[in-house]
Structure formats: structure tokens, C-alpha cells
């Protein structure tokens, strides 16, 4: 939404966009999955006394949307791209198939998942941790606004310590805001790194993809 507030911005999208296709060109396989809460949240609609599940299902419709202005992004740039969704909308996108978002990959194709898991109460963060597990990616690279995982928010307290490196049971034990509980848990279970970084900073995705140090590590 960039500094909008809510919605999709353009040129935020582009940006991204932009960043993925210098990955891409790198000949890396890239999966995507997106989050909705630029247009809506299933637990700030819960707070506010609408009923959970239908407050999940309409924040999935929400990643559906940005997933579409992405794609829309990415194939104005030449990068080829397929969306599956976990909600079937065959008008709009190709259901969620762990076996065919495979071979788009090997066919080097980028591919955004959208929808989340397909089910009320689990986040986004649940969603990348199950879709990363089932293709077999190497590592997760969440996108953030800050540089790391903090020990306190650093947009609120300027002497916030940042982490370089942690484990993932010191997250849990430690309540910090990487993932959920049951997306670290799901990492933790299959050895599955999470790296922590600032999408807003350029380069931030091709750096990582290539080895530089960058953000917060936990594995």
C-alpha cells in the first residue's frame, strides 16, 4: 500500500516487481505468497465483532487481489508467472496442485500463491511456511519494513536491540514477532531457514539470494 494507508500503490508494486525480475534473471526458483492486510484483516475484522471465520475468508480474498496486481507487475516485465489459489477460482487463477506449482517452477516460472492455506485461522505466515515445506524451497525470505528481527518494536523504541542470528525455539520462548507460533513450529519441524529482512531497501532480495549477510537469520 506504500504510504496510501490502504490499497494497492502502483508503484509499490513495480518496485517489488523489479526487485523479483533481478532475481529471476539470476536463475533462481522463485514462490510467492502474499498477504492481504493493505486492503483487509481477518483479526482486525474479528476484533471489531464480525464472526472469525468469515473475517479469514475475506482477508484470503484479499491476497488474491494483490497476488493479480503482482502478476499483472511481473508479466509487464517479461517474468513469467502462474497464481494458484487455495479458494478454487478457476476465472481468475489456477487452483492450488503442490505438483504443478513444481513443474511451473522447473519450467521456470514464478509462482504466487494466494489464499492463504484455504482455511479460517491459520496466517499467511502459516500459509508460506506449509507452500515452502511442500516444494521443497530452501530457505523462507520474509519482506518487512524493518531491517531484522528486534527485541521490541525499533519504530517505537530507538534502543531496540536487533538479532542477527537466532534459533527458532528462542523466538518462541521469547514471543518474538517473526512468524506465528505454528509457522515457526512447522519451520522448526522440517529445519526450514527464515530469513528477516527490509523489502523497502533495494537490492535487499538479490543480496540474500546471493549470500550476503542481511536481516535476521533463524534456523
Request: aromatic share 6%; net charge positive; with cysteine.
Amino acid at each position: 500500500m506504500g504510504d496510501r494507508g490502504y490499497g494497492i500503490d502502483p508503484a509499490v508494486i513495480n518496485a517489488i516487481a523489479n526487485e523479483i525480475k533481478e532475481v529471476y534473471k539470476l536463475g533462481t526458483q522463485i514462490a510467492i505468497v502474499i498477504g492481504g492486510g493493505n486492503i483487509f484483516r481477518g483479526l482486525i475484522g474479528s476484533a471489531r465483532g464480525m464472526e472469525r471465520a468469515s473475517a479469514d475468508y475475506m482477508g484470503m480474498l484479499a491476497t488474491v487481489l494483490n497476488a493479480l496486481a503482482l502478476q499483472d507487475a511481473l508479466e509487464k516485465l517479461n517474468v513469467d508467472t502462474r497464481v494458484q489459489t487455495a479458494i478454487d477460482m478457476r476465472e481468475l487463477a489456477e487452483p492450488y496442485i503442490r505438483r504443478r506449482a513444481i513443474r511451473h517452477l522447473e519450467k521456470k516460472r514464478v509462482v504466487i500463491f494466494a489464499a492463504g492455506t484455504g482455511n479460517p485461522y491459520f496466517t499467511t505466515d502459516t500459509a508460506a511456511s506449509l507452500r515452502a515445506m511442500e516444494i521443497g524451497a530452501d530457505v523462507i525470505i520474509k519482506g518487512t519494513k524493518v531491517n531484522g528481527v528486534y527485541d521490541s518494536d525499533p519504530m517505537k523504541n530507538k534502543k531496540a536491540k536487533k538479532y542477527d542470528r537466532l534459533n527458532y525455539l528462542e523466538v518462541l520462548q521469547k514471543g518474538l514477532k517473526v512468524m506465528d507460533a505454528t509457522a515457526i513450529s512447522l519451520c522448526m519441524d522440517n529445519n526450514l531457514p527464515i530469513i528477516v529482512f527490509n523489502l523497502k531497501k533495494n537490492g535487499n532480495i538479490k543480496r540474500i539470494v546471493l549470500g550476503e549477510k542481511i536481516g535476521t537469520t533463524v534456523s
